[in-house]
């Protein structure tokens, strides 16, 4: 297995469009996160995934973000009309829900976003 | 709700110095606890864990111990190296039922010089 990867690393886009980012977790794995993290911040959470469950997704910072995971595989995270203050890197993370774990998380690499 | 406190970085240290770095949490009953840790231009990646009170997680020589009574999980090392010059995040999860929301501090950046 090659990981969390995450797809495009990078977007810069202009204020008022939308964009959606991509998320493949690690196959096995049946729980997917989305978090964004700004500059000398933790990860702060935005939504997850059991399957293709939502499970929470109040924290998701507004209702221009939206997220599924269709088939329980990947995830698209979609933000519509960005704004500037939605610059950051968005970051995705996936874990096993086997009995007993721990959930510890295993992330891709990031998708950062800069909104002009 | 949950939150977890880091110390304030950077930390700054010679090479083998000897390393902590705070955490402390608050939350409902039992969590796991973790520390991630992100090198400059990756994204973060488990360090070592522990899931319940007084469990020692271990790993590269870092260790940090579950210490319920005092709801703190300091990160340490006795001999660091350059190579361990990162961002540091402490988190915690809930492992049953309930609304499920991973919490992490804000970091504790590491610089070590030669």
């Known amino acids: 297995d090659t990981g969390v990867s995450q797809d495009p690393r990078h977007k810069i886009t202009k204020r008022g469009q939308n964009v959606t980012f991509r998320c493949d977790p690690i196959?096995?794995?049946?729980?997917l996160y989305w978090y964004r993290q700004t500059l000398g911040q933790g990860p702060e959470f935005l939504t997850y995934?059991?399957?293709?469950?939502?499970?929470?997704k109040s924290r998701l910072l507004s209702d221009r973000f939206s997220a599924e995971r269709p088939k329980g595989s990947f995830s698209t995270l979609e933000i519509q009309r960005t704004e500037q203050g939605d610059s950051a890197m968005y970051l995705c993370?996936?874990?096993?829900?086997?009995?007993?774990?721990?959930?510890?998380?295993?992330f891709g690499p990031g998708t950062r976003l800069t909104v002009t | 709700g949950d939150s977890v406190t880091q110390m304030e970085g950077p930390v700054t240290l010679s090479e083998e110095a000897f390393l902590t770095i705070n955490c402390t949490y608050t939350?409902?009953?039992?969590?796991?606890l973790f520390w991630y840790v992100q090198y400059p231009g990756e994204g973060l990646q488990l360090l070592l864990k522990?899931?319940?009170?007084?469990d020692k997680g271990s790993n590269k020589g870092f260790e940090a111990t579950y210490r319920k009574e005092t709801t703190s999980f300091h990160l340490e090392k006795g001999s660091v190296q350059v190579s361990d010059s990162a961002v540091y995040f402490c988190?915690?999860?809930?492992?049953?039922?309930?609304?499920?929301?991973?919490?992490f501090g804000r970091g504790t950046s590491l610089i070590v010089h030669p």
């Open positions: 993370a996936s874990s096993s829900d086997a009995r007993g774990g721990s959930y510890e998380q295993y």
């Open positions: 196959s096995e794995h049946n729980r």
């Open positions: 995934f059991q399957n293709e469950a939502q499970l929470e």
């Open positions: 939350a409902t009953g039992y969590p796991s």
């Open positions: 522990a899931t319940k009170a007084d």
């Open positions: 988190a915690l999860t809930h492992a049953s039922g309930g609304s499920y929301i991973p919490t």
